[in-house]
């Protein structure tokens, strides 16, 4: 089973970027999608970006798109999520997720089976 696991999260002030890492202990291409969610407190954890491991297609939340970025690096079994003008509503914590189930939306969580343990992001106003 691969595994997954975050890195990059940390403390910045809004307008600012963070880039944000998911390492699988495999191929990435073992998962058909790669998705970033968040869980800020009390609210429900959401999807903010998804790729295609095979394939170009790239998924954002409304909220972030024009702002966050993801893409993959094949060679280094890593996806990665650019943050770009960060706000305070983004500060969460964020997972990396992977599913190898087709699944007609991207951002539906139980869709997931694969999980990595999180990286908390903060962004003071």
């Known amino acids: 089973q691969v595994q997954l696991v975050e890195s990059g999260g940390g403390s910045v002030q809004a307008g600012g970027s963070l880039r944000l890492s998911c390492a699988a202990s495999?191929?990435?291409?073992?998962?058909?999608?790669i998705a970033w969610f968040r869980q800020a407190p009390g609210k429900e954890r959401e999807g903010v970006a998804c790729?295609?491991?095979?394939?170009?297609?790239?998924y954002y939340a409304d909220s972030v798109k024009g702002r966050f970025a993801i893409s993959q690096d094949d060679a280094k079994n890593t996806v990665y999520l650019q943050m770009d003008s960060l706000k305070p509503e983004d500060t969460a914590i964020y997972y990396c997720?992977?599913?190898?189930?087709?699944?007609?939306?991207?951002?539906?969580?139980?869709?997931?089976?694969?999980w990595g343990q999180g990286t908390q992001v903060t962004v003071s106003s």
């Open positions: 495999g191929a990435t291409r073992y998962f058909n999608r």
């Open positions: 790729i295609e491991t095979i394939g170009p297609g790239t």
């Open positions: 997720a992977g599913r190898r189930r087709y699944s007609s939306t991207w951002d539906t969580v139980g869709a997931y089976e694969h």
